[in-house]
């Protein structure tokens, strides 16, 4: 186990790890978040753009 009072900073191109993380609180990212499929401004793109047989497409937009 690790400890830090205020954060720990890596400053390296990518953090792997072998197994699960959990986060008890936010997080916060200045790039994209993806999964195995796609990143999820691809997904706010597809559900902007569906509607249900003619309908109104979604407001407010994501």
Same mark, same amino acid.
């Given at each position: 186990?690790?400890?830090?009072?205020?954060?720990?900073?890596? +400053?390296?191109?990518?953090?792997?790890?072998? +197994?699960?993380?959990?986060?008890?609180?936010?997080?916060?990212?200045?790039?994209?978040?993806?999964?195995?499929?796609?990143?999820?401004?691809?997904?706010?793109?597809?559900?902007?753009?569906?509607?249900?047989?003619?309908?109104?497409?979604?407001?407010?937009?994501?």
């Amino acid at each position: 186990m690790f400890k830090a009072k205020n954060k720990f900073r890596f +400053e390296t191109p990518l953090v792997e790890m072998s +197994e699960n993380m959990k986060v008890t609180k936010d997080i916060k990212a200045d790039g994209e978040i993806a999964d195995h499929k796609r990143p999820m401004q691809a997904d706010r793109n597809l559900y902007n753009q569906h509607d249900h047989g003619g309908s109104a497409k979604p407001s407010p937009l994501q």
